[in-house]
C-alpha cells in the first residue's frame, strides 16, 4: 500500500522556537495533504488542507500564521509551528491523498512537547 | 457544521465478547471510513463504505454504511486483546475528512 512518511517522530522545544515537521508521499503523489492535531485520548482535528502549489486552507480556529503550512511538491508538505508555546504541545498527523482518490493515508505522527 | 458522533466513547470487554461501535450524523457523506489507531502511531484504515445499505466484512470485523448515508457502524465478534485500539470513523465530504470523537476499545485477556 501507499506510504507516507512524516518526520520527525517526536520533538522537545524550548517555549518560544520554531518547529518544521514533514510530510512525504513516498510511492505516489499527493496533490492534497492534510495536517490533524490529535490530543491525548481524544480524536483528531482537522487544522488545514494543503494543495501542491496553492495556498492552504485553515480550519476555523486555527491560527493560520501560528502553523505555516508549505506543500512546494506534489510529495512534501510540511507544517512549521511558529513561536511554539506549551499549549500546542499535541501529536500532529499528516496525510496525503492521491488525486481525487478518497483514500487518505496517513504518516506515523509527531508528538510534539514544548517546555 | 459537520459533525459525526460515535459511541460509545470508552469500552471494555473480555476476551470472546462481541461489540458494536456506532457512528453518526446528521449529515450525508459521500464515503465513511473506518480507522483503527494504537497509541503514538497514525490511524490505519481498516474499511471504506460508499453505497448506502452497503456491509463490508473484514475477517472478524463487519461494517455497515446506512441507507441514508449518515451513519455507520461497526460490528467485531469474538473480540481478542490485539483488537484493542482507538477506532475512528471518518466522513468524506466535498474535499475533506472530518472525524467523529473516536471508540476507546480495551479487550481484557
Known amino acids: 500500500g501507499a506510504v507516507v512518511s512524516q518526520h520527525p517522530s517526536w520533538v522537545i522545544c524550548k517555549s518560544g522556537t520554531s518547529v518544521k515537521i514533514e510530510c512525504r508521499s513516498l510511492?505516489?503523489?499527493?496533490?492534497?495533504m492534510f495536517w490533524y492535531r490529535q490530543f491525548p485520548k481524544q480524536s483528531l482535528m482537522l487544522m488545514a488542507t494543503?494543495?501542491?502549489?496553492?495556498?492552504?486552507?485553515?480550519e476555523q480556529g486555527v491560527e493560520k500564521d501560528k502553523f505555516l503550512i508549505n506543500h512546494a511538491s506534489l510529495t512534501l508538505s510540511t507544517l512549521t509551528v511558529t513561536s511554539a508555546h506549551p499549549e500546542d504541545s499535541s501529536f500532529y498527523i499528516c496525510?496525503?491523498?492521491?488525486?481525487?482518490?478518497?483514500?487518505?493515508?496517513f504518516g506515523s505522527g509527531t508528538q510534539l512537547s514544548v517546555l | 457544521t459537520q459533525l459525526l458522533e460515535q459511541s460509545p466513547q470508552f469500552l471494555s470487554i473480555q476476551e470472546g465478547e462481541n461489540l458494536t461501535v456506532y457512528c453518526n450524523s446528521s449529515?450525508?457523506?459521500?464515503?465513511l471510513q473506518w480507522y483503527r489507531q494504537e497509541p503514538g502511531e497514525g490511524p490505519v484504515l481498516l474499511v471504506t463504505?460508499?453505497?448506502?445499505?452497503e456491509v463490508k466484512k473484514l475477517k472478524r470485523l463487519t461494517f455497515q454504511f446506512g441507507d441514508a448515508r449518515k451513519d455507520s457502524s461497526l460490528h467485531i465478534t469474538a473480540a481478542q486483546p490485539g483488537d484493542t485500539g482507538l477506532y475512528l470513523c471518518?466522513?468524506?465530504?466535498?474535499?475533506?475528512?472530518?472525524f467523529g470523537p473516536g471508540t476507546s476499545l480495551s479487550v481484557i485477556p
Open positions: 463504505v460508499v453505497t448506502g445499505g
Open positions: 449529515s450525508v457523506f459521500s464515503s
Open positions: 494543503s494543495n501542491e502549489g496553492s495556498k492552504a486552507t485553515y
Open positions: 496525510s496525503a491523498r492521491p488525486g481525487h482518490n478518497e483514500k487518505l493515508f
Open positions: 510511492d505516489f503523489q499527493a496533490t492534497t
Open positions: 471518518g466522513g468524506t465530504s466535498y474535499d475533506k475528512v472530518i
